[in-house]
Structure formats: C-alpha cells, structure tokens
C-alpha cells in the first residue's frame, strides 16, 4: 500500500491525536460561529427526527425470538459477523 510521501509516524499521529484545531479551516470556534445557529437548531432536529424514524422503521424487523428469524441468519453466523 503506497503512502503517498506520508510516513508511518505522521499517520499514527493523526489517528491518535485527532483534528487540529489551530489549523485554519480545521474546525473550532470560528467554524461554529460560521455556520448561523437557525441552520444548526435546524441540522439538529432533522438529523434527530431522521434517527428515531430510521430506529421505528428498523424496530419493525427485529425478531426477539431466536428460533423464529426470518432473515435466516443463526446465531452462530451473527456472531462471526459482528465480533
């Protein structure tokens, strides 16, 4: 896998330390204050209406009952999926 000029060290140090603030254009409070707060509350309450229609939608399938599953996955298999 080429790194493109990055080394080893400068990945491990963006993974590790996250977004750097001080840099222009990164984030911070001139980030936040850019962005006017009626679009925010906006952003917000649609962003969270957005999940609890997506959690009911997805709450409709959900089988609790393991030997009645209509997706026909078993257990065995959901556990080598998701672990």
């Known amino acids: ?15 590790i330390g996250g977004v750097d603030f001080n840099l222009a254009g990164n984030g ?14 906006f952003e917000f309450i649609f962003g969270s209406l957005f999940g609890v229609l997506l959690l009911a939608w997805a709450y409709r399938y959900l089988s609790f009952d393991l030997r009645k599953r209509k997706c026909g996955l078993s257990l065995k298999k959901f556990m080598f999926y998701f672990v």
């Open 28 to 41: 911070g409070p001139t980030c936040t204050d850019f962005t006017p707060p009626a679009r925010r509350y």
């Open 1 to 15: 896998m080429p790194l493109y000029g990055y080394s080893p060290e400068v990945i491990k140090d963006w993974l």
